[in-house]
């Protein structure tokens, strides 16, 4: 269902080429709960925001449903992605604005749902998220744990079928980040989402039916 095709990337700096990713190919199967590990600097979240249609590989492709991501014009992997795929950034990405409440409904507005019944979910997920004393606080009254949280209900409100999390637990004491991974293992058991999840956690390597890790810019299985 998520294909990616001998993708590469690389950066050029001032002082060298920088080749993060080195023709990493991976068939992520409908249902699947994917760990991707690595070391800090390997690439974890160049590879999800390119398998989120987020950022354009250098080299290679990636299809999502057969779809190639990046051949598509942006506005139509924009929409694309709104309907589809559920992304929670490393640093969250929050729009300061606008009130927890508000940033996960933001994606059923944009995806042309009644307010409604986006506002019903949205409060839904905040609250199986544990946040739904917080949700009037604008970002900058949240703590860093809870925005995390926030963008994880964020991610979920159009029910993607395609979940990438960058670190998801990666500021959440250990009883939060054992409810997230709860929630997670949850939609892996119901089937109703593919996840592949960058992460350091032991817990979340418990989770997943499989487990990637990256090196050298190149995906081995675990
Ligand atoms: N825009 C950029 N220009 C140059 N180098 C970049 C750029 N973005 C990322 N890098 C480099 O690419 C490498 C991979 O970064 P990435 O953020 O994917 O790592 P990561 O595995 O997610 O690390 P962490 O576990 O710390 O989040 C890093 O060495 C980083 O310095
Ligand atoms: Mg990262």
Redesign the pocket.
């Known amino acids: 269902m998520l294909e990616a095709r001998r993708v590469h990337k690389w950066?050029n700096?001032k002082k060298a080429k920088?080749h993060?990713l080195r023709g990493i190919s991976i068939n992520v199967q409908s249902g699947e709960l994917i760990a991707l590990l690595?070391a800090?600097?390997?690439?974890?979240?160049?590879l999800l925001h390119i398998l989120g249609g987020l950022d354009v590989p250098t080299q290679g492709e990636v299809l999502l449903n057969g779809q190639n991501l990046y051949t598509i014009r942006d506005t139509v992997r924009a929409s694309l992605r709104n309907r589809n795929i559920g992304f929670v950034f490393?640093f969250y990405h929050l729009m300061p604005e606008f009130t927890a409440l508000e940033n996960v409904m933001l994606p059923g507005l944009i995806a042309g749902n009644g307010r409604a019944a986006v506002q019903d979910k949205a409060l839904r997920l905040l609250s199986q998220v544990g946040l739904e004393k917080r949700k009037t606080h604008y970002p900058a009254e949240l703590s860093g744990g809870e925005q995390q949280r926030v963008a994880i209900a964020r991610a979920l409100i159009n029910d993607p079928g395609v979940l990438l999390c960058d670190?998801p637990t990666g500021n959440l004491d250990s009883k939060t980040g054992e409810k997230i991974c709860g929630i997670l293992a949850e939609l892996h058991r119901e089937k109703t989402c593919t996840i592949v999840i960058?992460t350091h956690s032991e817990r979340v390597a418990a989770i997943s039916s499989r487990v990637l890790s990256?090196n050298d810019g190149l995906l081995a299985e675990k």
């Open positions: 950066y700096t920088l993060v690595g800090s600097g390997a690439g974890k979240s160049t490393q670190e960058a990256i």
